[in-house]
């Protein structure tokens, strides 16, 4: 297993992103692999000072040039633009990736519809390949192998972008009203049989579970919701990677609220990994979907 640190913060004005990634390491990652006896590799892409835009091209390059064949993939990032270079990356390695993408937000604008001009909710246009200013990404997400799940706060250039592109989208009231066992399973049998790779940024959960966060939403998700969706990918023999996103410690207004998210992340650790994440990468192997690069 390969853990990725991409403290990527520039997306967003918010200080203190940046120390999601390492606090999550520390706090998370590190005993929740060490109780489950999995060996894992550590990988820091990129440094958190004085970063510009060059930070996405470069962190895409360091990360490609380090994934590992048949080694599972995390990415503990600060901002949700960091996307841009970790599932650019993975749609090199995996030619028809599909995303779950967990998030209270559809990070669907594109610069001319943004109405904030911040690129943490712009990374799936740039991934889809309606935003063009990011030109190292040319294997682009198709839209059929994208599902959104806890979205409760669009922009209307993201509600066209959805109607256009005919993107499966479920809701938070979506999972309240379906469940999240219901929700889960349509999303993996719509993406079909491609590599699976899940984004979760924790403001998709309710603010109340999640508070430390820069862009909270109310009514998110709740705990038993993460964990039956997590622990029903982790299932999944074709499940190759995630990322965490956007935790964010300066806006927590007390330790506990630090703690509180800290434990949503551990509840999404233990149960995306419950057991030991059972991809089989020699059923990957025989699927045409696989860059020559994989497993040469």
Known sequence: MQVHHLPIHIGQKHSGVFKGPELIYQKVIKQCLAKKQICFE???HVNFINQSDSVYFQSYLSILESLTPEQFQIFLSADHSSAISSVGAMLDYYKDLGVIWIDAHGDLNTKKTSPTGNLHGMPLSVL????KS???IKNYLSPEKLVLIGIRDLDEGEKKIIKDLNIRCYTA???ER???DQVIAEAIEYIGESPKFVSFDID????QIAPATGTPVANGLKLMDLKIMSEYIALQEDFVGCEIV???PELASSEQEITQSLEVIDSFCEAILSEKVKT???FLKTKSFHCPVLFQ
């Open 42 to 44: 550590p990988l820091w």
């Open 128 to 131: 889809l390949g309606l935003e």
């Open 134 to 136: 990011f030109p190292f």
């Open 173 to 175: 009231e979506d999972v």
């Open 178 to 180: 379906l469940g999240a």
């Open 204 to 207: 998709a959960m309710d603010p």
């Open 246 to 248: 956007e935790l964010n």
């Open 280 to 282: 089989d990468f020699d």
